[in-house]
Protein backbone atom coordinates (compact mmCIF):
# COMPACT_ATOMS: atom_id res chain seq x y z
CA UNK A 1 0.00 0.00 0.00
CA UNK A 2 1.28 3.33 -0.07
CA UNK A 3 2.75 5.29 2.57
CA UNK A 4 2.06 8.22 4.45
CA UNK A 5 4.71 9.61 6.90
CA UNK A 6 4.71 12.28 9.77
CA UNK A 7 7.29 14.28 11.24
CA UNK A 8 7.99 14.55 14.10
CA UNK A 9 6.94 11.40 15.81
CA UNK A 10 7.02 13.02 19.51
CA UNK A 11 7.27 16.23 20.47
CA UNK A 12 7.14 17.63 24.00
CA UNK A 13 6.71 21.61 24.31
CA UNK A 14 6.08 24.15 26.59
CA UNK A 15 2.34 25.99 27.18
CA UNK A 16 2.14 28.52 25.06
CA UNK A 17 4.32 27.76 22.25
CA UNK A 18 3.54 26.61 18.69
CA UNK A 19 4.30 23.48 17.24
CA UNK A 20 4.08 22.02 13.58
CA UNK A 21 3.58 18.56 12.23
CA UNK A 22 3.76 17.60 8.94
CA UNK A 23 2.25 14.74 6.67
CA UNK A 24 3.59 13.66 3.75
CA UNK A 25 2.74 11.21 1.29
CA UNK A 26 5.61 9.71 -0.14
CA UNK A 27 4.76 7.55 -3.11
CA UNK A 28 1.80 8.77 -4.32
CA UNK A 29 -0.44 12.33 -4.79
CA UNK A 30 -3.36 13.33 -2.62
CA UNK A 31 -4.85 16.00 -3.10
CA UNK A 32 -7.02 15.21 0.66
CA UNK A 33 -5.75 14.71 3.65
CA UNK A 34 -7.29 14.19 6.91
CA UNK A 35 -5.97 15.09 10.37
CA UNK A 36 -7.22 13.41 13.37
CA UNK A 37 -7.02 13.61 16.82
CA UNK A 38 -6.67 10.49 19.56
CA UNK A 39 -7.30 11.11 23.28
CA UNK A 40 -6.42 8.40 25.78
CA UNK A 41 -8.26 5.07 25.42
CA UNK A 42 -10.54 6.71 22.66
CA UNK A 43 -10.97 6.40 19.29
CA UNK A 44 -9.91 8.75 16.51
CA UNK A 45 -12.24 11.76 16.33
CA UNK A 46 -11.70 13.40 12.57
CA UNK A 47 -10.00 17.71 13.34
CA UNK A 48 -10.44 19.18 9.38
CA UNK A 49 -10.09 18.07 5.97
CA UNK A 50 -7.15 19.33 3.93
CA UNK A 51 -7.79 20.54 0.58
CA UNK A 52 -4.54 21.23 -1.76
CA UNK A 53 -4.42 24.76 -2.39
CA UNK A 54 -7.54 25.83 -0.65
CA UNK A 55 -8.93 26.23 2.75
CA UNK A 56 -9.23 23.19 4.93
CA UNK A 57 -13.01 22.19 6.25
CA UNK A 58 -13.43 22.15 9.94
CA UNK A 59 -15.45 19.67 12.07
CA UNK A 60 -17.92 21.27 14.29
CA UNK A 61 -16.18 22.03 17.58
CA UNK A 62 -12.67 22.30 15.78
CA UNK A 63 -10.80 25.77 16.32
CA UNK A 64 -9.43 26.64 13.37
CA UNK A 65 -7.37 29.84 14.30
CA UNK A 66 -5.80 27.21 16.75
CA UNK A 67 -5.65 24.60 14.63
CA UNK A 68 -3.74 26.01 11.19
CA UNK A 69 -3.69 23.51 8.59
CA UNK A 70 -1.86 24.14 5.18
CA UNK A 71 -1.79 22.29 2.19
CA UNK A 72 0.23 23.38 0.14
CA UNK A 73 1.52 20.66 -2.94
CA UNK A 74 0.28 17.43 -3.50
CA UNK A 75 2.31 15.52 -0.82
CA UNK A 76 2.32 17.66 1.94
CA UNK A 77 0.02 18.83 4.13
CA UNK A 78 0.60 20.52 7.79
CA UNK A 79 -0.62 21.28 10.92
CA UNK A 80 0.64 24.21 13.78
CA UNK A 81 -1.10 23.71 16.89
CA UNK A 82 -0.93 27.60 18.04
CA UNK A 83 -0.14 28.45 21.73
CA UNK A 84 -0.48 24.95 22.91
CA UNK A 85 -2.23 24.05 26.27
CA UNK A 86 -1.79 21.26 27.91
CA UNK A 87 -4.98 19.61 27.34
CA UNK A 88 -3.87 19.77 23.68
CA UNK A 89 -2.20 16.46 24.73
CA UNK A 90 -2.76 13.64 22.57
CA UNK A 91 -2.06 11.72 19.24
CA UNK A 92 -2.46 13.33 16.31
CA UNK A 93 -2.64 11.28 12.66
CA UNK A 94 -3.16 12.17 9.53
CA UNK A 95 -4.55 10.32 6.56
CA UNK A 96 -4.21 10.60 2.71
CA UNK A 97 -6.29 9.85 -0.19
CA UNK A 98 -4.30 8.23 -2.81
CA UNK A 99 -5.40 9.72 -6.23
CA UNK A 100 -4.41 6.89 -8.71
CA UNK A 101 -7.42 4.76 -8.24
CA UNK A 102 -9.83 7.64 -8.78
CA UNK A 103 -13.02 8.38 -7.48
CA UNK A 104 -14.55 7.99 -4.14
CA UNK A 105 -13.95 4.29 -3.62
CA UNK A 106 -9.93 5.38 -3.16
CA UNK A 107 -8.54 3.71 0.57
CA UNK A 108 -7.02 6.68 3.00
CA UNK A 109 -3.65 5.56 3.95
CA UNK A 110 -2.39 6.73 7.63
CA UNK A 111 0.40 7.86 8.84
CA UNK A 112 2.27 6.88 12.19
CA UNK A 113 1.63 9.48 13.85
CA UNK A 114 2.84 12.23 16.38
CA UNK A 115 2.31 11.97 20.23
CA UNK A 116 2.22 15.66 21.28
CA UNK A 117 2.80 16.53 24.95
CA UNK A 118 2.13 20.17 26.20
CA UNK A 119 3.98 20.78 29.63
CA UNK B 1 -25.52 11.28 11.14
CA UNK B 2 -23.20 8.59 10.77
CA UNK B 3 -22.50 6.50 14.24
CA UNK B 4 -20.32 3.49 14.26
CA UNK B 5 -20.27 1.42 17.16
CA UNK B 6 -18.31 -1.67 18.50
CA UNK B 7 -19.04 -5.09 20.74
CA UNK B 8 -17.63 -5.82 22.73
CA UNK B 9 -15.68 -3.08 24.38
CA UNK B 10 -13.09 -5.60 25.38
CA UNK B 11 -12.46 -9.07 25.08
CA UNK B 12 -10.20 -11.54 26.83
CA UNK B 13 -9.62 -14.96 24.90
CA UNK B 14 -7.26 -17.83 25.62
CA UNK B 15 -5.06 -18.39 22.73
CA UNK B 16 -6.08 -20.72 19.98
CA UNK B 17 -9.70 -19.51 19.85
CA UNK B 18 -11.39 -18.48 17.28
CA UNK B 19 -13.43 -15.06 17.44
CA UNK B 20 -15.74 -12.23 16.30
CA UNK B 21 -15.34 -8.35 16.76
CA UNK B 22 -18.68 -7.15 15.85
CA UNK B 23 -19.36 -3.35 13.79
CA UNK B 24 -22.64 -1.73 13.66
CA UNK B 25 -23.18 1.56 11.43
CA UNK B 26 -26.26 3.38 11.42
CA UNK B 27 -26.21 4.95 7.55
CA UNK B 28 -25.89 2.73 5.08
CA UNK B 29 -24.48 5.17 2.87
CA UNK B 30 -20.68 4.07 2.80
CA UNK B 31 -18.33 3.65 -0.08
CA UNK B 32 -16.13 1.07 2.27
CA UNK B 33 -15.86 -0.23 4.87
CA UNK B 34 -12.32 -0.72 7.13
CA UNK B 35 -10.58 -2.92 9.80
CA UNK B 36 -7.43 -1.84 11.44
CA UNK B 37 -5.39 -2.62 14.04
CA UNK B 38 -3.74 -0.50 16.76
CA UNK B 39 -1.03 -1.09 19.49
CA UNK B 40 -0.97 1.29 22.30
CA UNK B 41 0.65 4.14 21.59
CA UNK B 42 1.03 3.39 17.66
CA UNK B 43 -0.17 3.89 14.42
CA UNK B 44 -2.95 2.59 12.85
CA UNK B 45 -2.15 -1.35 10.82
CA UNK B 46 -4.77 -1.43 7.91
CA UNK B 47 -6.07 -4.93 7.99
CA UNK B 48 -8.80 -4.96 5.50
CA UNK B 49 -10.96 -3.32 3.35
CA UNK B 50 -14.43 -4.14 2.09
CA UNK B 51 -16.34 -2.30 -1.01
CA UNK B 52 -19.33 -1.56 -0.81
CA UNK B 53 -20.50 -3.75 -3.27
CA UNK B 54 -18.65 -6.57 -1.00
CA UNK B 55 -19.50 -9.24 0.80
CA UNK B 56 -16.43 -10.16 2.63
CA UNK B 57 -12.50 -10.15 2.35
CA UNK B 58 -9.67 -12.65 3.75
CA UNK B 59 -6.44 -12.46 4.66
CA UNK B 60 -4.63 -15.14 6.59
CA UNK B 61 -6.46 -15.49 9.81
CA UNK B 62 -8.60 -12.69 9.35
CA UNK B 63 -12.14 -12.58 7.71
CA UNK B 64 -14.26 -9.20 7.11
CA UNK B 65 -17.77 -9.55 6.48
CA UNK B 66 -20.03 -6.48 5.10
CA UNK B 67 -23.82 -6.39 5.41
CA UNK B 68 -24.30 -3.05 4.07
CA UNK B 69 -28.10 -3.45 4.41
CA UNK B 70 -28.37 -4.38 7.93
CA UNK B 71 -25.20 -2.07 8.71
CA UNK B 72 -22.98 -4.74 9.86
CA UNK B 73 -19.67 -5.88 9.72
CA UNK B 74 -17.52 -8.92 11.26
CA UNK B 75 -13.84 -9.37 11.90
CA UNK B 76 -13.75 -12.55 12.20
CA UNK B 77 -10.14 -14.17 13.76
CA UNK B 78 -9.02 -17.68 13.67
CA UNK B 79 -6.83 -19.96 16.12
CA UNK B 80 -5.94 -16.37 18.27
CA UNK B 81 -2.39 -15.92 19.07
CA UNK B 82 -0.92 -13.38 22.29
CA UNK B 83 0.63 -11.36 19.27
CA UNK B 84 -3.14 -10.42 17.92
CA UNK B 85 -3.33 -8.43 21.48
CA UNK B 86 -4.55 -5.06 20.30
CA UNK B 87 -7.24 -2.45 20.00
CA UNK B 88 -9.34 -3.05 16.82
CA UNK B 89 -11.11 -0.08 14.87
CA UNK B 90 -13.46 -0.26 12.27
CA UNK B 91 -14.08 2.61 10.13
CA UNK B 92 -16.59 3.39 7.70
CA UNK B 93 -16.22 5.88 4.49
CA UNK B 94 -19.04 8.07 4.41
CA UNK B 95 -20.42 9.03 1.47
CA UNK B 96 -21.31 12.93 2.75
CA UNK B 97 -23.04 14.16 -0.45
CA UNK B 98 -22.93 17.77 -0.04
CA UNK B 99 -19.24 17.55 1.29
CA UNK B 100 -15.91 15.88 1.01
CA UNK B 101 -16.33 12.06 2.30
CA UNK B 102 -15.03 11.00 5.36
CA UNK B 103 -14.14 8.41 7.43
CA UNK B 104 -15.79 7.77 10.67
CA UNK B 105 -14.55 5.28 13.11
CA UNK B 106 -15.55 2.84 15.44
CA UNK B 107 -14.68 3.47 19.17
CA UNK B 108 -12.60 0.05 19.20
CA UNK B 109 -12.71 -3.73 21.02
CA UNK B 110 -9.55 -4.32 23.28
CA UNK B 111 -8.64 -7.64 22.56
CA UNK B 112 -5.92 -9.44 24.78
CA UNK B 113 -5.35 -12.79 23.71
CA UNK B 114 -3.87 -14.81 27.36
CA UNK B 115 -1.11 -17.39 26.57
Known amino acids: GAVVSQHPSRVICKSGTSVKIECRSL??????MFWYRQFPKQSLMLMATSNEGSKATYEQGVEKDKFLINHASLTLSTLTVTSAHPEDSSFYIC???????????????FGPGTRLTVL | KQEVTQIPAALSVPEGENLVLNCSFTDSAIYNLQWFRQDPGKGLTSLLLIQSSQREQTSGRLNASLDKSSGRSTLYIAASQPGDSATYLC??????????????FGPGTSLSVIP
Open chain 2, 91 to 104: AVLQNMKTSYDKVI
Open chain 1, 95 to 109: SARDLSGGGPYNEQF
Open chain 1, 27 to 32: DFQATT
